[in-house]
């Protein structure tokens, strides 16, 4: 079963929901701006904070800052997210993604340290660095829940199976699924996503 929060939101305040800042920090501080946020709205940060962008490392600081400054604050966990996965799950593909992706956290987890992914042997080997070197910033990550459920609304990174009780959706599902705005589901709320950009 999913990582799924309930949250009993109050009425009188405002719900701001943004999703897929892939590492874009300005932009996302810039967006903040012109919605006037404060601590006193909900925020929810519907996955991807990391790849694609130029810093995954500073808006993932920048959302952990977030969070620790208003328990309002509410950000759910993304396929870019999870990346590191595939280094602690051995899978030589991640190589190759690495290689081709200039901005991926993994990148920046090396060159924070004047690494490169050549120095590592095995899959192993880099994720015992990452271990060692970032053991915080994964493990918060890693405790991002999938969704969150309020009275109104589900949250979720890419969508929800067409099943009688959607807490059931797989985890792939959940996080990798493309454009849900196609497909049917049987959640009694109003499902809110994010991951696959409406323009396709």
């Known amino acids: 079963m999913l990582d799924v929060r309930e949250l009993k939101l109050e009425k009188d305040r405002r719900v701001i929901i943004t999703s897929d800042v892939h590492a874009n920090l300005p932009l996302f ?11 006193e709205d909900y925020l929810f940060i519907n996955g991807d904070l990391c790849e694609k962008g130029p810093d995954s490392l500073s808006t993932v600081e920048f959302a952990r800052k977030l969070s ?7 950000i759910t966990k993304g396929n870019c997210d999870v990346v590191h996965d595939y280094v602690f799950n051995d899978v030589e593909g991640i ?11 993994l990148n920046e987890m090396l060159d924070r340290h004047g690494k490169s992914l050549d120095e590592f042997a095995t899959l192993q080997k880099l994720g015992e660095f990452f271990r060692e070197h970032f053991v915080e910033l994964l493990d918060w990550l890693d405790n991002l829940p999938i969704a969150y459920e309020t009275d109104d609304f589900i949250i979720i990174h890419a969508g929800v199976e067409d099943i009688p009780d959607w807490k059931e959706t797989s985890r792939e599902f959940a996080l990798y699924t493309p454009a849900f705005y196609e497909k049917e589901h049987q959640a009694d709320k109003t499902v809110i996503v994010g991951h696959w950009p409406v323009v396709n």
């Open 29 to 39: 501080r810039q967006l903040l701006e012109k919605v006037n946020y404060t601590t």
């Open 95 to 105: 190589k190759n993604y690495r290689r081709q992706r200039k901005n991926s956290v």
């Open 68 to 74: 620790e400054e208003s328990e309002r604050v509410f």
